[in-house]
């Protein structure tokens, strides 16, 4: 029997109430004591703390009944606690009733069990705690701010720029970002600050103890600072920023959900600010994002139901002729009447909105202008998300296909923006589309980088002159020249010229005589609705301006 003992793998003692009677030899190697020294020592000895009565006097209960598991620290000679779990059950035993207490070594278990409770509780790629870790300590910071009667202060800190990394390096370079990152983010904590990572490329902040509010807005400059430095992902160099929300409780917020949502929505007026920068909560932004919110329900309800409208405002030639017309979406609101595309527009590139609505867009005024005089086209905005989400030439090519419209009609007016997010593919997309018939004209031209590479290597048909420079060219000198020199340098490269924003004689007379191929105003004529474009575009007459 001993030799049975012996052989298993856990740690077995004989004891009768708190006295050792007996033990095999892996409690002695678990203990590091030798027979005799156990059998000295008392139960209650063994442990950090003693286990139960229960099993202490378990010699009393009815045989073979086994006593509910127990988990303690044993302690080795040297002083090493063990983390074990404990049974004990009445046995005969010599001389009357004993307890056999079998004492299993749960290391590796309780180990494994901590990891788990890690995982569940921290991020697997930084190792910073998650949104439930986050809860918890959030909800303890607010309740010891309260008793102590100060204030405590949460950043909420989204990245700006990660997703192009992550789209031109890949995901590996993007995890490999994130670490860095969180590093650098740590290394401006005090000790008692804490942060976490909520996902993606999402961190939050909490400060225990702050004694002016200016302190917590400090701390949100020097992340913004830190962040300046590239970082470098295998061999190439990345640059991201950051924009920051923050909020103080318990102004901003005595509970954990009340203060995020406070630092999140400062954070999102940072980034509505022009990124890159901290913006502190203030009551009312949590109303303008709620309007926010209803606008955004609102044109999702309107783009499925097409209660959006176009209007067309006409282009003219130098003659007085018109050549075209430029579709311009318009959203008349049942309640809050007519919204302003530079409302909505924005909104709907941020949601991703944009991509349904320019199909819907395209799709209108290709099946409006096809039924129109042969001689007059239709220009159509195209939007920087468009191009990063769908394939524009199919999407081109088959709503042409679907209205009969000529390809040659249609002109497609893209941005600098769309052509600095990434150069090979939009000159690629450039000459696509004129592949297949269409005209491909640069908008806003003078209003961005301009770079004059751009109407050199891309095979544009027009340039749109911006009407920033357009209003003010009558008055001011410079704007004067520099509108002169976009026309004949377009000239000299064989590319059209239009002038957009005409609102004055003056400025009509100026452009005219300098030879500008197209006007287009208020002063020549005004969006209007289809109805109206349609009856002037199947009209034979010549539309002369105003």
């Given at each position: 029997?001993?030799?049975?003992?012996?052989?298993?793998?856990?740690?077995?003692?004989?004891?009768?109430?708190?006295?050792?009677?007996?033990?095999?030899?892996?409690?002695?190697?678990?203990?590091?004591?030798?027979?005799?020294?156990?059998?000295?020592?008392?139960?209650?000895?063994?442990f950090v703390e003693p286990p139960s009565v229960e099993i202490l006097n378990n010699e009393k209960a009815e045989t073979g009944i086994v006593s509910a598991p127990q988990q303690l620290e044993l302690v080795s000679a040297t002083g090493r606690c063990i983390a074990v779990e404990i049974l004990s059950r009445s046995v005969?035993?010599?001389?009357?009733?004993?307890?056999?207490?079998?004492?299993?070594?749960?290391?590796?278990?309780?180990?494994?069990?901590?990891?788990?409770?890690?995982?569940?509780?921290?991020?697997?790629?930084?190792?910073?705690?998650?949104?439930?870790?986050?809860?918890?300590?959030?909800?303890?910071?607010?309740?010891?701010?309260?008793?102590?009667?100060?204030?405590?202060?949460?950043?909420?800190?989204?990245?700006?720029?990660?997703?192009?990394?992550?789209?031109?390096?890949?995901?590996?370079?993007?995890?490999?970002?994130?670490?860095?990152?969180?590093?650098?983010?740590?290394?401006?904590?005090?000790?008692?600050?804490?942060?976490?990572?909520?996902?993606?490329?999402?961190?939050?902040?909490?400060?225990?103890?702050?004694?002016?509010?200016?302190?917590?807005?400090?701390?949100?400059?020097?992340?913004?600072?830190?962040?300046?430095?590239?970082?470098?992902?295998?061999?190439?160099?990345?640059?991201?920023?950051?924009?920051?929300?923050?909020?103080?409780?318990?102004?901003?917020?005595?509970?954990?959900?009340?203060?995020?949502?406070?630092?999140d929505i400062a954070m999102y007026q940072a980034k509505q600010g022009g990124k890159g920068q901290a913006c502190e909560f203030a009551s009312g932004m949590d109303a303008a994002l709620r309007e926010r919110h209803d606008i955004e329900l609102d044109l999702r309800a309107a783009l499925s139901r097409e209660e959006l409208?176009?209007?067309?405002?006409?282009?003219?030639?130098?003659?007085?002729?018109?050549?075209?017309?430029?579709?311009?979406?318009?959203?008349?609101?049942?309640?809050?009447?007519?919204?302003?595309?530079?409302?909505?527009?924005?909104?709907?590139?941020?949601?991703?909105?944009?991509?349904?609505?320019?199909?819907?867009?395209?799709?209108?005024?290709?099946?409006?202008?096809?039924?129109?005089?042969?001689?007059?086209?239709?220009?159509?905005?195209?939007?920087?998300?468009?191009?990063?989400?769908?394939?524009?030439?199919?999407?081109?090519?088959?709503?042409?296909?679907?209205?009969?419209?000529?390809?040659?009609?249609?002109?497609?007016?893209?941005?600098?923006?769309?052509?600095?997010?990434?150069?090979?593919?939009?000159?690629?997309?450039?000459?696509?589309?004129?592949?297949?018939?269409?005209?491909?004209?640069?908008?806003?031209?003078?209003?961005?980088?301009?770079?004059?590479?751009?109407?050199?290597?891309?095979?544009?048909?027009?340039?749109?002159?911006?009407?920033?420079?357009?209003?003010?060219?009558?008055?001011?000198?410079?704007?004067?020249?520099?509108?002169?020199?976009?026309?004949?340098?377009?000239?000299?490269?064989?590319?059209?010229?239009?002038?957009?924003?005409?609102?004055?004689?003056?400025?009509?007379?100026?452009?005219?005589?300098?030879?500008?191929?197209?006007?287009?105003?208020?002063?020549?004529?005004?969006?209007?609705?289809?109805?109206?474009?349609?009856?002037?575009?199947?009209?034979?007459?010549?539309?002369?301006?105003?």
């Amino acid at each position: 029997m001993r030799h049975l003992a012996d052989g298993t793998f856990e740690g077995i003692l004989i004891h009768r109430g708190s006295n050792i009677i007996d033990a095999n030899e892996r409690i002695l190697e678990m203990t590091g004591l030798d027979i005799e020294t156990a059998k000295k020592r008392t139960i209650e000895e063994l442990f950090v703390e003693p286990p139960s009565v229960e099993i202490l006097n378990n010699e009393k209960a009815e045989t073979g009944i086994v006593s509910a598991p127990q988990q303690l620290e044993l302690v080795s000679a040297t002083g090493r606690c063990i983390a074990v779990e404990i049974l004990s059950r009445s046995v005969p035993y010599v001389d009357g009733q004993a307890s056999v207490l079998a004492v299993r070594d749960i290391t590796e278990r309780k180990a494994a069990e901590e990891h788990i409770r890690f995982l569940a509780l921290h991020d697997s790629l930084t190792s910073l705690p998650n949104r439930r870790g986050l809860e918890l300590v959030l909800t303890q910071v607010l309740n010891q701010t309260r008793l102590a009667g100060g204030q405590s202060a949460v950043l909420c800190l989204d990245l700006d720029g990660f997703k192009a990394v992550n789209d031109t390096l890949g995901h590996h370079a993007g995890d490999m970002l994130l670490k860095q990152v969180a590093h650098r983010f740590q290394a401006e904590l005090r000790d008692g600050d804490y942060i976490a990572r909520l996902g993606g490329d999402e961190f939050v902040i909490v400060l225990r103890a702050v004694d002016e509010i200016s302190d917590a807005v400090a701390l949100a400059r020097r992340i913004i600072a830190c962040l300046w430095r590239p970082f470098e992902l295998s061999g190439h160099d990345a640059y991201v920023g950051v924009s920051i929300g923050v909020a103080v409780s318990p102004r901003d917020g005595d509970n954990a959900v009340s203060i995020l949502k406070s630092a999140d929505i400062a954070m999102y007026q940072a980034k509505q600010g022009g990124k890159g920068q901290a913006c502190e909560f203030a009551s009312g932004m949590d109303a303008a994002l709620r309007e926010r919110h209803d606008i955004e329900l609102d044109l999702r309800a309107a783009l499925s139901r097409e209660e959006l409208a176009i209007h067309y405002q006409p282009l003219f030639d130098i003659a007085g002729s018109i050549t075209g017309f430029e579709a311009l979406a318009r959203w008349p609101h049942p309640t809050r009447g007519m919204i302003p595309p530079d409302r909505f527009i924005p909104l709907a590139e941020e949601t991703g909105l944009i991509v349904p609505l320019g199909e819907w867009v395209l799709r209108t005024a290709c099946s409006t202008a096809a039924k129109w005089r042969s001689d007059i086209s239709i220009a159509v905005n195209l939007s920087p998300i468009q191009f990063q989400r769908v394939d524009l030439v199919e999407m081109v090519t088959r709503i042409l296909s679907e209205t009969g419209l000529d390809p040659v009609r249609l002109e497609l007016e893209i941005t600098e923006s769309l052509l600095m997010e990434d150069t090979a593919k939009a000159l690629e997309l450039v000459r696509d589309l004129r592949n297949h018939g269409v005209r491909v004209a640069l908008d806003d031209f003078g209003t961005g980088y301009s770079s004059l590479a751009y109407l050199h290597n891309f095979p544009f048909d027009k340039v749109k002159v911006d009407r920033s420079f357009i209003g003010k060219i009558s008055n001011d000198p410079n704007a004067w020249t520099i509108v002169e020199a976009i026309i004949l340098m377009s000239h000299k490269l064989n590319l059209r010229v239009t002038a957009e924003g005409i609102e004055t004689g003056a400025q009509l007379s100026l452009l005219t005589e300098r030879g500008c191929d197209e006007m287009q105003g208020f002063l020549l004529g005004r969006p209007m609705p289809e109805e109206e474009a349609s009856a002037i575009a199947r009209d034979h007459r010549i539309v002369a301006p105003a």
